[in-house]
């Protein structure tokens, strides 16, 4: 694949910006140090957020015209996994308020200058879902509905909201809707066992117009078809939309077996095995190879992280739509990644013993949070396994799911 002229070369185009990464990396004490607090506020507390503020860490995918840092998805992969390597909360939440204001960079100029003109701060949430109520009207859609688990709304000035369209039979009605936090209310329903600080609750809408420039049919995001007028000149703006959506919800897991890994090699080692005759962990064979295959499927999530990264900053660089073969193959390896954490995580609690499943205990939270961030609807492996495969074998039926 190669770069266009005047554009990166293709590894400055796939490459993570270290400077960055490193900002991140410089908060983990802090994110770290507020992780309780915010699991029992059930959002990020205010200290952290204003960190994250601080360091433009929420705008990581957004066009430098815009006010954003114009990085790629590999760079903002690495920087939410060292957020997760804090605090899974904070992570994912920073994630989705990242991916999402990324997809209001794609929307119409007239719509981006409604978002980022008055605030170059402007953050996102989203959720795909439909509303109750999407009616055609005059110049737009009059909107209602509910939309739970709409991560990072604490700290959302607007969303990416799905909505159906009145289109013909057989066409995808989907499509999403940037729409202003001032015309929704958030309703308390994110009491969960892990990810307790996302702020995943559920924003609440009543007749709210929006404008035709702020909708988006779903079927052109998916092939790419997006409305900003930026795309020659913008690497970002030529990203996979599924591919993105899905591998951006993976990158809080790549943290937290970050901070599992840390958190046994510094505890575990000197630590009585009970009812053996081994002195400590350090000696014993079965310790050995459950921290061992741990280390090894965080590497083998990490590599296939970097692999689908390149694959996507790639063909942006090249202005090039990734094909569906790639797309599938991403999409089944989100859901791997997820799972290689998930298994290696549950290696590193066995091995650390009964004691890492203490209230008191970060493992505790790490191994919650790992649990509820592997079940999301993008990230669920058996998904894209399907969809990899039928593409693969070149099955009859169409995909029953976008890739």
């Not at 999402?100 to 701060?121: I, L």
């Not at 809080?252 to 053996?276: E, F």
């Not at 499943?357 to 505790?364: E, K, M, Q, R, Y």
Request: overall charge negative; charged content about 20%.
């Amino acid at each position: 694949m190669t770069a266009l002229m005047g554009s990166p070369s293709l590894n400055e185009a796939t490459a993570p910006d270290t400077g960055i990464i490193a900002r991140a990396t410089a908060l983990i004490p802090l994110i770290e140090q507020h992780a309780e607090a915010g699991s029992e506020q059930r959002r990020v507390v205010p200290e952290v957020m204003r960190a994250l503020e601080e360091a433009e860490l929420l705008k990581i995918m957004v066009p430098r015209r815009l006010g954003g840092l114009g990085a790629n998805l590999r760079t903002a992969m690495e920087t939410i996994a060292e957020i997760g390597h804090g605090d899974g909360s904070t992570a994912w939440a920073a994630a989705l308020l990242n991916v999402c204001t990324w997809f209001a960079t794609t929307f119409s100029d007239q719509a981006q200058e409604e978002v980022f003109g008055a605030d170059p701060n402007a953050h996102a949430c989203g959720i795909f879902s439909p509303p109750l109520k999407s009616e055609r009207v005059d110049g737009g859609y009059l909107v209602s509905g509910r939309w739970a688990y709409a991560s990072g709304s604490f700290a959302a000035t607007w969303g990416t909201l799905g909505i159906k369209l009145d289109v013909p039979e057989g066409q995808n009605p989907m499509a999403l809707a940037l729409i202003p936090a001032s015309a929704w209310r958030i309703e308390p329903t994110w009491f969960v066992a892990g990810m307790k600080g996302s702020g995943s609750d559920t924003i609440v809408v009543e007749d709210h117009f929006v404008p035709d420039h702020r909708i988006q049919s779903f079927q052109d995001m998916v092939e790419g078809r997006y409305a900003t007028s930026h795309k020659p000149d913008e690497q970002n703006s030529n990203m996979a939309f599924i591919p993105v959506a899905a591998l951006i919800l993976v990158a809080a897991q790549l943290g937290l077996a970050r901070h599992a890994m840390d958190v046994t090699l510094a505890k575990l080692p000197p630590k009585n095995v009970a009812y053996t005759f081994y002195t400590n962990a350090r000696n014993s064979t079965i310790h050995q190879v459950d921290v061992a295959e741990a280390a090894t499927r965080f590497d083998q999530a990490e590599l296939l992280m970097q692999r689908a990264t390149a694959d996507v900053d790639g063909a942006a660089a090249a202005r090039v739509l990734l094909d569906r073969l790639t797309r599938g193959r991403v999409r089944m390896d989100t859901g791997i990644i997820g799972e290689l954490v998930k298994d290696g995580i549950d290696r590193l609690m066995s091995a650390n013993g009964a004691s890492s499943f203490a209230d008191a205990n970060v493992l505790s939270r790490v191994w919650r949070d790992s649990e509820i961030a592997g079940r999301h609807a993008l990230v669920m492996p058996q998904v894209g396994k399907e969809a990899y495969g039928r593409l693969l074998l070149g099955a009859d039926e169409p995909l029953n799911i976008d890739v």
